[in-house]
C-alpha cells in the first residue's frame, strides 16, 4: 500500500467500504483480505489528492449508522412486550460490539481528523463545551453510540422503564426470574450506562434521568407500603428485623441489577421509608429493649438507626441513663469493713459488663463509648449527700492499699497486677483525682513506714501507671518518697559504720528513715513524747551524725509513726511483740516494777491524755496489762495498772496494731481540709501563669482558662476560682482595668 495522497473516486471506494461497514456492524462474515483493504480505503480518503475526503465519509458513515439503528428501532418495536426487553438486549450486544470494531477500522479518521476538530479534555471539563453541540464532531465509537441513545433509547425509554420496573419488582415479591431474564435486566440497564461512558463529565445523566430516579421513586413507595403492612402485622422487635432482612436482600438486588453508583441511593430510600418515617414507633420501643437488656433487639435498633441522622440520639441517652443506674443501684448502700472492695470491685463489673454489649452490640461505636464514659463518671462523682465530699477518691485508694500491703489473702502476684490495672479504669472515671492522690499518698507513706508493701515492684508499676494517666507532675510526690526510702537505707549503712568504726555501741538495732517534709503527707506528732532511757542514746548519736552529714537541716521526730520490736521474757515463754513507740514505752516502765498507776505511767511517757488513753486502751485490749479496778470508760489517774502474768499467745511473734495509725473520721476530713488548701494555691498559680502570659483578659475567658487547665487534677468550683482571683488582687498581683470591672490585667 502507498502512503502518497492520490486520486480518489469517493461513490466507488464508498461502495465498497459501506459494505464491510454493513457487515461489521451486524458482526458479519469480513474476510481479513477485505478488513485490511478497508484501512487502505479509509486512510486514502482521509488523505486523498487534491481534496481530502475525510468529512465526506464522516457524514456517510453517520448517515448509514442512522438508517441502521432506526431499522434496529422498528425491528425492536414490532415485537411482542414480552419480548421487548430480549430483542433489545440482543440488537444492544450486537451493536455495541460492532461499534467497537467499526472504531477500530476508522482508526486513522478517528485520530487524525476528527480528534483535530475536537475541543480539548479540559474545554469539555472546565468549559463550556459540550458533546451534544451541533458543530461537536464525535470518534466513529462515540457517534454510534449517540445514534442509539438518539434513535433507539429515547423512542423506547417509557416501554423499557415500565418492563424494567416491572421484572424488578417481580424479583422484589419473590417470583422468581430465570436466569437469562435477570442478565437481560442487567444488561439493558447497563446500555443506559454504556452509551455515554465516552463523556468527560455526567456520564450517568441518561441512566439517572431514564431509569434510576424513576426506579427510586418506585422503590420509596414499594417500602412505603411494605413498612405500614409490616407495622401492622409485627410487634416492633420482628418489625426491625424484617426491615434488615429487606435491606439486605434489597443490597442484593441492587448488585444483581444495578449500576454502583446507585447502591447507596437505594438503601437510603430502603432505610428513609422502612425507618426514619417510622422513627417514633422504634424510639418508643427503646426504653424497653435497654431495661431489659434485649441485646438482639439493641443490636438490630442500632444496625437501623446509625445510617438516619440524629436516629442514635434517643437510644444513646437511654442506654447512658441506664447504665447510671445500674451503676449507682451496685454502689448504693455498701456496708461492712470491705467497702472499699465492694465499691470498686462492683463498679468494674458494670463498666466491664457495658463495655462488653458496647464492642458487640453497639460495634464500639463512638457515640456508645462517649455514653458508657459519662455514664461511670457520672456514678464514681455522685455525691448521695451533697454536703460531704465524694467518697470514691478515698474508696479507690483504699482498695489499692488493700491490693498492695501485705496480707494472707492477696492473690498471685498477676492477679494483683491485673486489678491494680483495672484500677486505672476507675481512676480515669475521678473527678477529683488530688482527692485520690492525697489518700493513696498516705496509705503509701504507711506502707513504706511501716514495712508493710508486698512488692516494691508492684508499688513502683502502680505509680507508673498513675503517671501515664496524669502526668509526671502528679506521681512527682511519689516518686520522691520512694527516693527518701533508698536514701534512708544509704544513711543507715553510713550510721552504723560509723558507730563500728568509733566503737560505739547503741545496745540494740536501730534504724530510721529521713523524710522529706514537702514529699510526704504533712505528719505532726500529736502528742508530746518522753524517749525511754533505752533508746536516748540511739536517737541523741544519730542526731550527731545527721548534723554533720548535713548541716543546717532539721530533724522533727515523728515518734507515732515508730515502731520497734520487745521481748518479753517474764512469762513462761518468750514472745517477739512489734508494736508502736508508743506502746513500746509503756511497756518498758515496767521493766522495774509489775504493777503502776495510770498517774505513774503518764508520768513517765509524757503522753496527753488522748494519746495515753488509746494507747494503754490497745495494751489492755491486747491482754497484755491488766486493769486490777472495775472496768471503766476512762482511766483515772489512780488506776492501778499491771502486767498480766499468765498471759500466753498461740504465737511467740506477732504484732500489735498501733491504734493511733487507723483512719479516723477526724483525719478523713484533714486530709479534704488539706487538699482544698493545695488547690487554692494551684489555682493561685494557674490564674498567675495565664494572666501571665495573656497579659489582660476579661472574666469569663479566664474562668475558662482555669477549668480547662484544672481539669485533669480536679474540677474547681467556680466560687473556689473566684475567690482566688480576689485573693491575687489582693496580693497585687493582678488588678481590674480602668475601662471595665469584668476585665482583669497581670501587673508585672
Request: aromatic share 10%; charged share 25%.
Given at each position: 500500500?502507498?502512503?502518497?495522497?492520490?486520486?480518489?473516486?469517493?461513490?466507488?471506494?464508498?461502495?465498497?467500504?459501506?459494505?464491510?461497514?454493513?457487515?461489521?456492524?451486524?458482526?458479519?462474515?469480513?474476510p481479513?483480505?477485505?478488513w485490511?483493504?478497508?484501512?487502505?480505503?479509509?486512510?486514502?480518503?482521509?488523505?486523498?489528492?487534491?481534496?481530502?475526503?475525510?468529512?465526506?465519509?464522516y457524514?456517510?458513515?453517520?448517515?448509514?449508522?442512522?438508517?441502521?439503528?432506526?431499522?434496529?428501532?422498528i425491528?425492536?418495536?414490532?415485537?411482542s412486550?414480552?419480548?421487548?426487553?430480549?430483542?433489545?438486549?440482543?440488537l444492544?450486544?450486537?451493536?455495541?460490539?460492532g461499534?467497537?470494531?467499526?472504531?477500530?477500522?476508522?482508526?486513522?479518521?478517528n485520530?487524525?481528523?476528527?480528534?483535530?476538530?475536537?475541543?480539548?479534555?479540559?474545554?469539555?471539563?472546565?468549559?463550556?463545551?459540550?458533546?451534544?453541540?451541533?458543530?461537536?464532531?464525535?470518534?466513529?465509537?462515540?457517534?454510534?453510540?449517540?445514534?442509539?441513545?438518539?434513535?433507539?433509547?429515547?423512542?423506547?425509554?417509557?416501554?423499557?422503564?415500565?418492563?424494567?420496573?416491572?421484572?424488578?419488582?417481580?424479583?422484589?415479591?419473590?417470583?422468581?426470574?430465570?436466569?437469562?431474564?435477570?442478565?437481560?435486566?442487567?444488561?439493558?440497564?447497563?446500555?443506559?450506562?454504556?452509551?455515554?461512558?465516552?463523556?468527560?463529565?455526567?456520564?450517568?445523566?441518561?441512566?439517572?434521568?431514564?431509569?434510576?430516579?424513576?426506579?427510586?421513586?418506585?422503590?420509596?413507595?414499594?417500602?412505603?407500603?411494605?413498612?405500614?403492612?409490616?407495622?401492622?402485622?409485627?410487634?416492633?422487635?420482628?418489625?426491625?428485623?424484617?426491615?434488615?432482612?429487606?435491606?439486605?436482600?434489597?443490597?442484593?438486588?441492587?448488585?444483581?441489577?444495578?449500576?454502583?453508583?446507585?447502591?447507596?441511593?437505594?438503601?437510603?430510600?430502603?432505610?428513609?421509608?422502612?425507618?426514619?418515617?417510622?422513627?417514633?414507633?422504634?424510639?418508643?420501643?427503646?426504653?424497653?429493649?435497654?431495661?431489659?437488656?434485649?441485646?438482639?433487639?439493641?443490636?438490630?435498633?442500632?444496625?437501623?438507626?446509625?445510617?438516619?441522622?440524629?436516629?442514635?440520639?434517643?437510644?444513646?441517652?437511654?442506654?447512658?441513663?441506664?447504665?447510671?443506674?445500674?451503676?449507682?443501684?451496685?454502689?448504693?448502700?455498701?456496708?461492712?469493713?470491705?467497702?472499699?472492695?465492694?465499691?470498686?470491685?462492683?463498679?468494674?463489673?458494670?463498666?466491664?459488663?457495658?463495655?462488653?454489649?458496647?464492642?458487640?452490640?453497639?460495634?464500639?461505636?463512638?457515640?456508645?463509648?462517649?455514653?458508657?464514659?459519662?455514664?461511670?463518671?457520672?456514678?464514681?462523682?455522685?455525691?448521695?449527700?451533697?454536703?460531704?465530699?465524694?467518697?470514691?477518691?478515698?474508696?479507690?485508694?483504699?482498695?489499692?492499699?488493700?491490693?498492695?500491703?501485705?496480707?494472707?489473702?492477696?492473690?498471685?502476684?498477676?492477679?494483683?497486677?491485673?486489678?491494680?490495672?483495672?484500677?486505672?479504669?476507675?481512676?480515669?472515671y475521678i473527678?477529683?483525682?488530688?482527692?485520690?492522690?492525697?489518700?493513696?499518698?498516705?496509705?503509701?507513706?504507711?506502707?513504706?513506714?511501716?514495712?508493710?508493701?508486698?512488692?516494691?515492684?508492684?508499688?513502683?508499676?502502680?505509680?507508673?501507671?498513675?503517671?501515664?494517666?496524669?502526668?509526671?507532675?502528679?506521681?512527682?510526690?511519689?516518686?520522691?518518697?520512694?527516693?527518701?526510702?533508698?536514701?534512708?537505707?544509704?544513711?543507715?549503712?553510713?550510721?552504723?559504720?560509723?558507730?563500728?568504726?568509733?566503737?560505739?555501741?547503741?545496745?540494740?538495732n536501730?534504724?530510721?528513715?529521713?523524710?522529706?517534709?514537702?514529699?510526704?503527707?504533712?505528719?505532726?506528732?500529736?502528742?508530746?513524747?518522753?524517749?525511754?532511757?533505752?533508746?536516748?542514746?540511739?536517737?541523741?548519736?544519730?542526731e550527731?551524725?545527721?548534723?554533720?552529714?548535713?548541716?543546717?537541716?532539721?530533724?522533727?521526730?515523728?515518734?507515732?509513726?515508730?515502731?520497734?520490736?520487745?521481748?518479753?521474757?517474764?512469762?513462761?515463754?518468750?514472745?517477739?511483740?512489734?508494736?508502736?513507740?508508743?506502746?513500746?514505752?509503756?511497756?518498758?516502765v515496767?521493766?522495774?516494777?509489775?504493777?503502776?498507776?495510770?498517774?505513774?505511767?503518764?508520768?513517765?511517757?509524757?503522753?496527753?491524755?488522748?494519746?495515753?488513753?488509746?494507747?494503754?486502751?490497745?495494751?489492755?485490749?491486747?491482754?497484755?496489762?491488766?486493769?486490777?479496778?472495775?472496768?471503766?470508760?476512762?482511766?483515772?489517774?489512780?488506776?492501778?495498772?499491771?502486767?498480766?502474768?499468765?498471759?500466753?499467745?498461740?504465737?511467740?511473734?506477732?504484732?500489735?496494731?498501733?491504734?493511733?495509725q487507723?483512719?479516723?473520721?477526724?483525719?478523713?476530713?484533714?486530709?479534704?481540709?488539706?487538699?482544698?488548701?493545695?488547690?487554692?494555691?494551684?489555682?493561685?498559680?494557674?490564674?498567675?501563669?495565664?494572666?501571665?502570659?495573656?497579659?489582660?483578659?476579661?472574666?469569663?475567658?479566664?474562668?475558662?482558662?482555669?477549668?480547662?487547665q484544672?481539669?485533669?487534677?480536679?474540677?474547681?468550683?467556680?466560687?473556689?476560682?473566684?475567690?482566688?482571683?480576689?485573693?491575687?488582687?489582693?496580693?497585687?498581683y493582678?488588678?481590674?482595668?480602668?475601662?471595665?470591672?469584668?476585665?482583669?490585667?497581670?501587673?508585672?
Open positions: 500500500m502507498s502512503l502518497k495522497p492520490k486520486r480518489v473516486d469517493f461513490t466507488t471506494t464508498w461502495a465498497d467500504l459501506k459494505e464491510t461497514v454493513k457487515g461489521v456492524v451486524t458482526l458479519g462474515n469480513v481479513h483480505t477485505i485490511y483493504n478497508r484501512f487502505s480505503d479509509v486512510y486514502s480518503l482521509c488523505v486523498a489528492y487534491p481534496e481530502p475526503l475525510a468529512e465526506k465519509l457524514q456517510e458513515t453517520k448517515k448509514f449508522l442512522e438508517e441502521h439503528v432506526k431499522s434496529l428501532f425491528q425492536v418495536n414490532g415485537t412486550e414480552e419480548q421487548l426487553l430480549t430483542v433489545y438486549y440482543t444492544w450486544q450486537q451493536y455495541s460490539q461499534m467497537d470494531y467499526l472504531h477500530k477500522l476508522y482508526s486513522y479518521l485520530t487524525q481528523h476528527i480528534k483535530k476538530q475536537k475541543a480539548s479534555d479540559a474545554e469539555l471539563l472546565y468549559g463550556t463545551l459540550s458533546y451534544e453541540s451541533p458543530e461537536q464532531m464525535k470518534e466513529i465509537g462515540e457517534l454510534g453510540l449517540d445514534l442509539w441513545k438518539k434513535y433507539m433509547i429515547e423512542p423506547l425509554k417509557a416501554d423499557l422503564l415500565r418492563l424494567l420496573l416491572g421484572g424488578i419488582h417481580c424479583d422484589r415479591t419473590g417470583q422468581s426470574l430465570y436466569n437469562e431474564k435477570s442478565s437481560t435486566i442487567q444488561g439493558v440497564i447497563q446500555s443506559f450506562v454504556s452509551v455515554e461512558e465516552y463523556k468527560k463529565k455526567n456520564t450517568l445523566e441518561l441512566y439517572e434521568a431514564v431509569f434510576e430516579g424513576p426506579f427510586l421513586e418506585a422503590t420509596g413507595e414499594y417500602y412505603k407500603q411494605e413498612a405500614s403492612r409490616l407495622l401492622q402485622e409485627c410487634t416492633i422487635s420482628l418489625y426491625m428485623e424484617k426491615v434488615l432482612q429487606r435491606r439486605d436482600e434489597e443490597d442484593l438486588r441492587s448488585r444483581k441489577f444495578l449500576h454502583p453508583s446507585s447502591y447507596s441511593k437505594v438503601r437510603s430510600e430502603c432505610e428513609k421509608r422502612m425507618v426514619a418515617d417510622h422513627l417514633a414507633a422504634i424510639h418508643n420501643e427503646c426504653p424497653t429493649m435497654v431495661q431489659q437488656e434485649l441485646q438482639q433487639d439493641l443490636r438490630n435498633a442500632y444496625a437501623l438507626l446509625k445510617s438516619i441522622p440524629g436516629g442514635l440520639t434517643v437510644l444513646v441517652s437511654h442506654v447512658m441513663e441506664h447504665i447510671k443506674q445500674q451503676g449507682l443501684r451496685t454502689v448504693t448502700n455498701l456496708s461492712g469493713d470491705n467497702i472499699a472492695v465492694q465499691f470498686v470491685e462492683g463498679m468494674l463489673s458494670v463498666h466491664s459488663k457495658y463495655k462488653e454489649i458496647t464492642n458487640t452490640v453497639f460495634s464500639n461505636d463512638q457515640l456508645f463509648s462517649s455514653a458508657l464514659d459519662m455514664a461511670c463518671a457520672a456514678v464514681v462523682n455522685h455525691r448521695f449527700n451533697t454536703k460531704q465530699n465524694c467518697r470514691s477518691p478515698e474508696l479507690l485508694a483504699k482498695y489499692c492499699d488493700t491490693l498492695l500491703k501485705k496480707s494472707t489473702k492477696g492473690g498471685s502476684d498477676t492477679e494483683v497486677d491485673d486489678k491494680l490495672t483495672q484500677c486505672i479504669t476507675v481512676f480515669k473527678d477529683d483525682k488530688d482527692v485520690y492522690q492525697a489518700f493513696y499518698s498516705r496509705k503509701l507513706a504507711h506502707r513504706l513506714i511501716s514495712q508493710l508493701s508486698q512488692s516494691m515492684d508492684a508499688e513502683e508499676a502502680m505509680i507508673n501507671r498513675l503517671k501515664q494517666a496524669c502526668g509526671y507532675e502528679f506521681t512527682n510526690k511519689l516518686h520522691r518518697m520512694f527516693t527518701d526510702m533508698s536514701v534512708s537505707s544509704d544513711l543507715n549503712n553510713k550510721f552504723n559504720l560509723l558507730n563500728k568504726d568509733r566503737m560505739i555501741e547503741l545496745g540494740l536501730f534504724s530510721i528513715y529521713v523524710l522529706q517534709t514537702g514529699a510526704w503527707p504533712r505528719q505532726v506528732c500529736p502528742t508530746d513524747f518522753a524517749v525511754p532511757q533505752e533508746l536516748e542514746k540511739s536517737v541523741q548519736e544519730f550527731d551524725f545527721y548534723r554533720l552529714q548535713f548541716n543546717g537541716r532539721k530533724l522533727a521526730w515523728l515518734h507515732h509513726l515508730s515502731y520497734g520490736e520487745l521481748k518479753l521474757n517474764y512469762l513462761k515463754k518468750r514472745y517477739f511483740i512489734t508494736m508502736g513507740t508508743f506502746q513500746m514505752a509503756m511497756l518498758l515496767f521493766q522495774e516494777t509489775n504493777s503502776v498507776t495510770c498517774g505513774e505511767l503518764m508520768e513517765a511517757t509524757k503522753l496527753n491524755s488522748d494519746q495515753f488513753q488509746k494507747v494503754l486502751q490497745s495494751l489492755v485490749d491486747s491482754k497484755l496489762l491488766a486493769v486490777t479496778s472495775d472496768t471503766v470508760e476512762v482511766f483515772q489517774p489512780s488506776t492501778v495498772i499491771s502486767l498480766n502474768m499468765d498471759y500466753s499467745n498461740k504465737r511467740t511473734k506477732f504484732r500489735i496494731n498501733n491504734t493511733i487507723k483512719e479516723t473520721v477526724q483525719e478523713t476530713e484533714t486530709t479534704h481540709s488539706s487538699v482544698n488548701e493545695d488547690r487554692k494555691m494551684y489555682l493561685q498559680a494557674t490564674i498567675v501563669r495565664i494572666m501571665k502570659s495573656r497579659k489582660i483578659l476579661r472574666h469569663m475567658v479566664l474562668i475558662q482558662e482555669v477549668l480547662s484544672s481539669q485533669p487534677r480536679f474540677a474547681p468550683p467556680i466560687g473556689m476560682i473566684k475567690k482566688c482571683i480576689e485573693t491575687l488582687i489582693d496580693k497585687q493582678l488588678e481590674r482595668t480602668p475601662n471595665s470591672t469584668d476585665e482583669y490585667s497581670y501587673v508585672a
